[in-house]
């Protein structure tokens, strides 16, 4: 029961991934057949970042009421009619419709799968799920690349592949429902923490009470520092190699492509040792690494190597701190509060997602692109900076979910 359960929701993270792609690699088409400008595509964005904000609030209520896999299934489900809605859409204005339940549905998925896992399952499936995350992200675009290249399908064809598959998931979660409340929460929080199994308090946690609890706003700043570096560097890396290094074209798209490909292998590398070294190494070592890379390309030196190495080097790096942040939240701050506390962040990371590339095209328009890897910098010092306040707290004792000092 608890092995199906985990292998079904390997399968859903792997469906996470596979839509976050697709308006990226379908743009340069989209635009021009639903004539709009190319900017038009930040709209899009920001309607879907808007909504998977919203539910991310709102998860720790739907989640208490309706329990983690029906929140589940029922996400998944707006997401498939969204994305068929898209392929279904002729305009840019039915596109900005579907977009609403697509934000809702991906936001409260999110919170809810990563709080359920965090519940229930070791520190190494954590990595391996949002590893996994990242192939479906990176199947995507060539499923776009497939749709595009036949005659009879078109971009289209490719939200309604994707469509098709996340509906085929909705129906595979519904049918599961009933294993969901059967895993053991002692036997998970044994093995996943280590901890004797304790009682966990279903009531409410109100979105102020949960701000309000000691260390949150620290670990909000950590995740929004991630989550906006990571996003920077997937925009901004290839423009930086190009424009800044004179690095040719195709090699900077092929190395800004080894950081994502970097996160996933890393994830699944993380796996292997995250039981044993733990999650505030895990985030200590990433921010640490990330700060490596980013000093690597910053080096003037009369090679590309250096740089193009950096790249590699600050992927890897990143790869476990989300997981690890997520799964060290009901240690933190206690098992009856890790639902709110998760949705909190994930709307924090949605928010620096969201926020960082813009403000930092606008700040390189003013300077120029060579404060990109110091961009990277100030936001790893202020990530590690907040995640290592948080540990001090716990140290203390001074959290929800810390020991006794």
């Known amino acids: 029961m608890y092995a199906l359960l985990l292998a079904i929701i390997y399968v859903a993270f792997i469906s996470l991934g596979l839509p ?24 899009l964005t920001t309607i879907i970042a808007g909504g998977t904000i919203v539910s991310s609030l709102a998860s720790e209520r739907l989640t208490r009421r309706f329990s983690a896999g029906s929140v589940t299934a029922v996400s998944v489900g707006m997401t498939a009619a969204a994305l068929v809605g898209f392929s279904l859409s002729d ?37 391996w799920l949002h590893a996994c995350w990242g192939v479906g992200a990176a199947i995507s675009p060539f499923v776009m690349s497939f749709a595009l290249s ?13 469509g098709g598959v996340q509906a085929l998931l909705t129906l595979v979660l519904f049918i599961s429902l009933p294993l969901w409340g059967r895993v053991n929460p002692a036997r998970a929080a044994v093995e996943a923490q280590g901890l004797e199994g304790a009682p966990v308090n279903t009531g409410h946690v109100p979105l102020g009470t949960a701000l ?22 997937i925009l901004w890396a290839s423009t930086f190699l190009v424009e800044d290094r004179g690095v040719e074209a195709a090699t900077a798209a092929a190395f800004a492509s080894l950081f994502l490909l970097g996160i996933t292998a890393g994830r699944f590398l993380a796996g292997f040792v995250a039981d044993h070294v733990g999650d505030r190494a895990l985030i200590r070592g990433g921010f640490l690494a990330v700060g490596v890379g980013a000093v690597m390309i910053a080096v003037p ?32 701050f206690g098992r009856q509060n890790s639902q709110a506390i998760i949705g909190v962040q994930m709307a924090a990371a949605y928010t620096g997602s969201t926020l960082a590339p813009p403000l930092f095209g606008a700040l390189s328009t003013w ?7 110091f961009f990277i910098l100030a936001l790893v010092a202020l990530g590690l900076a907040m995640s290592e306040r948080l540990n001090r707290r716990v140290d203390h004792g001074e959290l929800a979910g810390a020991p006794a000092a």
């Open 212 to 233: 309000r609890i000691r260390g949150v706003k620290l670990i909000l700043a950590a995740f929004f520092a991630y989550c906006a570096l990571e996003s920077t560097a």
């Open 301 to 332: 030196v009369g090679t590309d190597v250096l740089a193009l190495a950096g790249l590699v080097v600050a992927g890897l790096g990143s790869a476990p701190i989300y997981p690890a942040i997520i799964h060290s939240t009901p240690v933190n």
């Open 91 to 127: 305009s840019f204005w039915m596109l900005c419709l579907w977009a609403i339940p697509y934000g809702l549905g991906a936001g409260a998925v999110d919170a809810a799968l990563n709080n359920y896992v965090a519940l229930h399952y070791a520190a190494r499936h954590m990595n």
């Open 367 to 373: 300077l120029g692109l060579w404060i990109f890897p």
């Open 150 to 162: 036949s005659s009879s399908l078109g971009w289209s064809g490719a939200y309604w592949i994707i």
């Open 20 to 43: 976050d792609s697709l308006v990226g690699a379908g743009w340069p088409v989209m635009h021009s057949d639903l004539g709009v400008p190319l900017g038009f595509a930040g709209v």
